[in-house]
């Protein structure tokens, strides 16, 4: 089993047709929940802000999401029920064996996030179909074990936690970081050897951890200059 993050960002979202004329006239949408899933589309429950001087009459220009029925409107947004019939979330919800989380959206803030889970095969064919149709900027992987999710917290010492996470506070990872491991060493008062003993074990320890997540043997890794390293699928 497997749990994805799929992010676009908003340069991303521009290069879509559809969605750019989408954020020409909803500042976010955000989708609540599936009311129902027919042959004419899905029936969702969203939550609507529009752009300064547009509304749901903009919104009728739009040929992949008709309105239902408007609920209630505050300062949020309009919560209503419309029909959906965009190519990708419909492949998203009729491919078998993968699950769409709700809630999800599409902010001209922060782009758009799905999050997905399902079979492992499942799960890399659709991401294989978004790459080629509409190719994300950043995928997540977890794996799932039964009913547990494959934590990397659960090999790590509660020393290998708390000096690890010590060094992430202080700014130890960061790009621009002026932080020695001998400051971190006096901070901590522990020597400085077993300070970066217990760091690099946490850190191999993450490594082998996501290297399992990644599922390298099984994937068909492909040079994409809009992809990140942790797209493993």
Not at 183 to 190: A, C, H, I, P
Request: include cysteine; charged fraction near 25%; charge should be neutral.
């Amino acid at each position: 089993m497997r749990k994805v993050a799929i992010r676009w960002n908003l340069d991303s979202l521009h290069k879509s047709h559809d969605l750019s004329n989408f954020l020409k006239i909803v500042e976010k949408i955000e989708v609540l929940g599936h009311l129902s899933i027919s042959i004419d589309g899905i029936t969702q429950l969203a939550e609507i802000k529009f752009q300064k001087n547009k509304g749901l009459e903009d919104f009728k220009t739009l040929p992949n999401f008709k309105i239902i029925k408007q609920y209630e409107e505050d300062e949020d947004g309009i919560l209503v029920s419309l029909l959906c019939t965009h190519p990708l979330v419909l492949s998203g919800i009729k491919m078998s064996n993968i699950h769409v989380q709700t809630p999800y959206g599409i902010s001209k803030d922060s782009g758009m996030i799905l999050r997905i889970s399902g079979i492992s095969e499942s799960v890399r064919n659709f991401v294989s179909l978004l790459r080629s149709v509409m190719p994300p900027d950043k995928i997540s992987v977890q794996s799932l074990k039964g009913n547990h999710i494959n934590d990397w917290t659960d090999s790590l010492t509660n020393r290998q936690k708390e000096t690890l996470t010590y060094a992430a506070y202080r700014g130890y990872y960061e790009k621009e970081s002026r932080i020695t491991l001998k400051e971190l060493s006096e901070e901590l008062g522990m020597a400085r050897s077993t300070l970066g003993e217990h760091i690099q074990r946490a850190e191999l320890s993450i490594i082998r951890k996501a290297i399992e997540d990644l599922d390298i043997q099984n994937s068909k890794l492909k040079p994409n200059a809009q992809n990140t390293i942790e797209d493993g699928i």
